[in-house]
């Protein structure tokens, strides 16, 4: 529910502010910076980070529903865990894109340093995969090298577009942006 919150105020406090329309470039009140990629990425991400938070939400209340079995409930309980780990990750990428569309005309240093600083936060997925690793060097004495190798080679691939899907999406809504555009 935070995260539904944090979405919901950005999408109404939009980095860079509105527009007053004393320029005549833009009428006021849209968003300053509406012809900037990283300002479109940044609305993308926010809506993705609202959008999975809130099925995250319903995910856990359906689990909660004693009247489903077990079974359909662990696998929204499941569920709910990977759209919330979705959903801060689309959250992260929202910071990012807004404080660099912000920041890059004025203070270039500051805005990459933003961005290697979140990039941190996806060290999360290295440290899964590491211990995805280290799990499967039991097997090597039972299955030998090319088994256990073949076998985390897939989960890593796998594991990796399942956590990394929404700067997938990110990034190919913004490529149809700039191939087909908006109408």
């Not at 995260?3 to 007053?20: E, K, L, M, R, V």
């Not at 004693?66 to 079974?71: A, E, N």
């Not at 929202?94 to 990459?112: D, N």
């Not at 796998?158 to 087909?180: C, D, H, Q, R, S």
């Amino acid at each position: 529910m935070l995260i539904i919150t944090i979405s919901f105020a950005a999408a109404f406090q939009f980095p860079g502010g509105y527009s007053t329309g004393d320029d005549k470039k833009q009428p006021a009140g849209t968003p300053e910076l509406v012809k900037v990629d990283s300002f479109e990425a940044f609305v993308v991400a926010n809506n993705l980070a609202a959008l999975c938070s809130v099925i995250s939400t319903f995910s856990v209340m359906f689990a909660g529903v004693s009247t489903v079995s077990l079974h359909m409930r662990k696998i929204a309980f499941r569920g709910s865990i990977w759209f919330l780990n979705s959903s801060a990750r689309s959250l992260v990428a929202a910071f990012a894109f807004g404080t660099y569309a912000v920041l890059a005309p004025v203070a270039r240093a500051a805005a990459v340093l933003t961005w290697v600083f979140t990039s941190f936060l996806v060290a999360d997925i290295a440290g899964f995969m590491w211990i995805l690793i280290e799990d499967q060097r039991a097997l090597l004495n039972r299955r030998g090298w090319y088994a256990v190798c073949r076998q985390v080679a897939i989960f890593s691939v796998v594991i990796t577009l399942m956590a990394l899907w929404p700067y997938v999406v990110i990034a190919g809504f913004l490529a149809y942006i700039k191939i087909f555009g908006i109408h």
